[in-house]
């Protein structure tokens, strides 16, 4: 800047300098060299002193130009922010104004992707990696270029609802059980955020013989079926280990077992004042025997809606679709409707027994897992049939239920329950 801005003094002002210095010393030799009649001595003294003063000059010229520029420059960011400051003057003919600090912009809706702070001129020309925000666990196993809402904050609804995440991990006599259930990416970046609507309980006999499982998946439409979802698999552990004391387990009765969860839910709602539809979810159920003098175990199961069940043997591929109602993936657009759900049509429920061979696996999942598992465009049901082979830590199997993958925003749960202890 000119005048008031604060810019040092152009190279012409240091070449003028230069001159002068230049012409007033070859004056003064000049001087000294030639001969005076009357006090020589005194002419040459005043001569080289001249030379000096001149030199001083120009030094503290150029001095004072950098310490004005520099002052000048703090004075203008003062004038423009408020504050300023004289250290570290720039060097002549370039400009010494502050970067200004990223501001985060307080408009920003909760899902949308915030990008970082924009390179600067001179950055922008080298192509540079886009960078995405991240949680801190990079853990979680991706898929391809993974879901845009994975990457966002977790909100915390406007109620108080279940934790967004639970895990357990357990062993029933010989059998093997982890359990994770996860808020899907979908429902905790929104505003205002959405609680889990999967739910999960796993237990067992007294004698150990038998691991009882229930996975729910509450329906997205319904404004309390995370509250359904809780009832119905809280109320099917507990009603499971009543028939199998009380008539065994090759006489469980999957229409009584429905019918009284579905009374439950319905007496949630009551107390709530609400009708019987905001608390819609759909269940699936499975009772695992104890193996046999051959190592293989049997297993009943239960289901009403697209919860599925899925088995994985010692040396398989992939999971293998075992039960529950699959959607049929060759139609043009993938429905997500169901055809039975809690409370209102439990007379849709359905059973059926299966065999586990040693070393085997049955695992019961809801769509937030089930879709990904069933899409033969992907690579994530080959991914999991590696990665639980075998039994592995129960924080090792909450990172894999929390995967990231396109377009997978849904809550997911996975119960896996393995035929044996594992390698």
């Known amino acids: 800047m000119s005048g008031g801005d604060g810019r040092a003094d152009g190279p012409t002002d240091g070449w003028v ?9 070859v004056g003064a030799f000049v001087e000294v060299g030639a001969p005076h009649r009357h006090y020589g001595w005194l ?52 400009r010494s104004r502050p970067e200004p600090a990223p501001r985060p912009d307080a408009a920003v809706p909760a899902c949308r992707y915030v990008a970082g702070p924009a390179a600067s001129t001179a950055q922008q020309a080298k192509p540079r990696p886009v960078l995405r ?20 904050p ?19 006599g010989a059998l093997t059980v982890r359990a994770a259930s996860v808020v899907g990416p979908g429902h905790r970046c929104d505003q205002p955020a959405g609680p889990r609507q999967d739910s999960y309980r796993i237990g067992r006999t007294r004698d150990s013989r038998y691991a009882i499982v229930a996975v729910a998946d509450g329906l997205s439409s319904a404004a309390w ?23 065994g387990f090759d006489r469980l009765d999957v229409q009584e077992l429905y019918r009284r969860v579905a009374e439950s839910i319905a007496g949630q709602a009551a107390g709530r004042g609400v009708g019987t539809s905001l608390l819609a979810t759909v269940l699936i159920t499975a009772v695992i025997a104890e193996p046999d003098a051959s190592g293989a175990a049997q297993a009943w199961v239960g289901w009403l809606g697209d919860s599925s069940a899925w088995t994985l043997d010692p040396y398989g591929a992939r999971w293998r679709f075992s039960a529950g109602e699959a959607k049929d993936r060759a139609a043009q657009v993938v429905s ?4 039975g759900r809690l409370p209102d049509t439990p007379q849709l429920a359905l059973d059926g027994y299966l ?55 849904d809550d997911r749960t996975a119960v896996v329950v393995w035929n044996g202890r594992g390698a």
Not at 133 to 152: I, K, N, W
Not at 371 to 379: F, L, R, S, T, Y
């Open 17 to 25: 300098r230069a001159g002068l210095l230049v012409a007033v010393a």
């Open 43 to 94: 002419v040459n003294v005043f001569a080289l002193a001249a030379v000096g003063v001149v030199g001083a000059a120009a030094a503290l010229g150029s001095g004072l130009a950098v310490a004005s520029a520099g002052a000048g420059s703090g004075s203008g960011s003062a004038s423009g922010s408020g504050a300023g400051s004289g250290f570290g003057a720039a060097p002549a003919g370039q």
């Open 133 to 152: 925000e991240r949680p801190t666990d990079l853990s979680v196993p991706r898929f391809g270029d993974g879901a845009r809402a994975q990457g966002y």
């Open 154 to 172: 977790w909100l915390l609804p406007e109620r108080t609802v279940q934790n967004g995440i639970a895990a357990d991990e357990a062993a029933v």
């Open 225 to 247: 079926s995370d509250t359904g979802a809780t009832t119905a698999s809280s109320q099917a552990v507990t009603l499971l280990r009543e028939q199998i004391e009380t008539g």
């Open 336 to 339: 997500n409707e169901v055809a």
């Open 355 to 409: 065999t586990l061979a040693p070393g085997a696996a049955l695992a019961l999942v809801t769509d937030g897992i089930g879709d990904a598992w069933a899409d033969p465009a992907g690579n994530v049901n080959e991914y999991f049939a590696n990665a639980w082979r075998t039994p592995v830590p129960a924080t090792r199997f909450t990172a894999d239920v929390g995967f990231d993958a396109p377009q997978c925003l």
